[in-house]
């Protein structure tokens, strides 16, 4: 019990101390397995403590908590689709084309930082960005089939590139 004379205890590191075990069992259940969940309960304190809620985590903090765990955990699995996507394809290469384990782990993190970088764009943006480049559309088309107009398409394409083109430089 602390005195009058000693500073009230972080909110954080107390939210911790009563809900982490809890919080690692819920994430365990969700991901199977207990390396996965002890990743993704230390990554929720951590966006715990980098938000602004940090001090007012309010009358229920395993909702909180809950929220942000379940945020990190759609991410896990995006992460882990890209990356079986991106082994899927490596597998089809023959082996002499195959990158290098070295080559593979930077491809991997580009794309992770890249997946990343489109979650932060406009839902128009990303829709205009993806139709261009994994559906093969040209400007033309993408306006005519979503009613835009041309300048609107290049607009939304050229701020999609730009920030894959930022995600990556900042990943290598």
């Not at 229920?60 to 990190?72: F, N, S, V």
């Not at 759609?74 to 290469?93: F, G, I, K, P, S």
Request: hydrophobic content about 45%; some cysteine; aromatic content about 6%.
């Amino acid at each position: 019990m602390p005195t009058s004379d000693s500073p009230p205890a972080d909110p954080v590191a107390q939210l911790y101390r009563d809900h982490h075990g809890w919080l690692s069992v819920w994430l365990r259940r969700k991901l199977g397995n207990s390396f996965d969940a002890a990743d993704l309960a230390h990554d929720t304190f951590v966006r715990l403590m980098a938000g602004r809620r940090r001090t007012d985590v309010g009358a229920e903090p395993r909702a909180l908590l809950t929220h942000i765990a379940k945020g990190l955990v759609v991410d896990h699995w995006r992460r882990r689709a890209l990356e079986e996507a991106y082994l899927a394809a490596l597998a089809q290469l023959p082996e002499q084309q195959a990158p290098s384990p070295e080559a593979r782990a930077l491809i991997l993190e580009t794309l992770r930082a890249i997946d990343t970088a489109l979650r932060t764009l406009s839902a128009k943006t990303r829709e205009i960005f993806l139709m261009s480049q994994f559906d093969g559309m040209g400007y033309d088309a993408i306006a005519q089939s979503l009613g835009v107009s041309l300048s609107t398409v290049k607009r939304h394409v050229q701020a999609a590139l730009a920030a894959c083109l930022i995600a990556s430089q900042a990943d290598a």
